[in-house]
């Protein structure tokens, strides 16, 4: 047997494949290309791979015109200025291998030298005060080197989220790039982040209970697939409801 923490090790994702155990992965983006390869029994059931993520990253970004001048004092377009990327993600083996194969040289491809910073993920409660620190000093950073446009390449939402309260307190807006790990429709319906914050902000995703507003998802929409209304309807026949995109998301999830 295997005890599995969450997020899994990867002692714990070797004694599964030793034991010919598949391993059913729901968590949001984590595992890169290698470690699929090396543990052929990780199954990820929604999304995309970290690598993945970190090739298609800046495509969308092109299509969307989001490199055009932005004025980080108001949070709105310029009529004229530079364009300065500003990439903030984790150091740890999986996102840094993304971001230094992928996710910079695509940037390098469209003449952006994106100013990078890179911070330790959390993996014990502990952590919490010395990451929001870092990401405190990474914000610090980006707005003392005229940073216009931040990307906040991660997993699940807690560096966006201390990232746009550090902003909003020294009155930087830059222009945002998100996708649904960054849950932007959940911070913003918790006010985690503002309709300020929000302006000129592109993205894509591929959770559409995260990502979009509860008033034009519902379970009976055109974002809907069938397996989500039985869902919908089995936690309905059960009293169970949600109070948020975010709580019905994740319910949805488990």
């Known amino acids: 047997a295997c005890a599995v923490p969450v997020p899994a090790p990867a002692s714990s994702l070797g004694c599964s494949a030793k034991g010919g155990l598949p391993r ?137 989220q201390f990232f746009l309260a550090d902003a909003r307190s020294q009155q930087y807006y830059p222009r945002y790039a998100f996708n649904s790990a960054n849950g932007p429709q959940a911070l913003l319906t918790a006010g985690l982040m503002t309709s300020q914050q929000a302006n000129g902000a592109v993205g894509y995703g591929w959770l559409p209970n995260l990502d979009l507003d509860p008033s034009i998802n519902p379970d009976n929409g055109p974002y809907a697939n069938p397996l989500r209304r039985k869902c919908a309807a089995v936690m309905k026949s059960h009293g169970i409801s949600f109070t948020s995109s975010n709580a019905q998301g994740i319910g949805y999830v488990a």
């Open 24 to 160: 059913l992965a729901d968590a949001l983006p984590a595992p890169g290309a290698a470690e699929f390869k090396k543990y052929r029994n990780l199954l990820e059931q929604g999304y995309a791979n970290v690598d993945r993520l970190a090739a298609y990253h800046v495509t969308p970004r092109v299509a969307q015109k989001y490199f055009t001048p932005w004025n980080s004092a108001t949070g709105q377009p310029a009529a004229t200025g530079p364009v300065k990327v500003g990439l903030l993600t984790y150091n740890d083996t999986v996102f840094s291998h993304a971001v230094t194969t992928y996710l910079i040289p695509a940037l390098k491809r469209q003449g952006y030298d994106p100013v990078l910073v890179k911070i330790a993920q959390n993996t014990t409660a502990s952590d919490v005060g010395a990451q929001s620190a870092a990401v405190k000093s990474a914000q610090l950073t980006f707005a003392s080197r005229g940073v216009t446009q931040v990307i906040i390449f991660e997993a699940k939402a807690g560096l966006s």
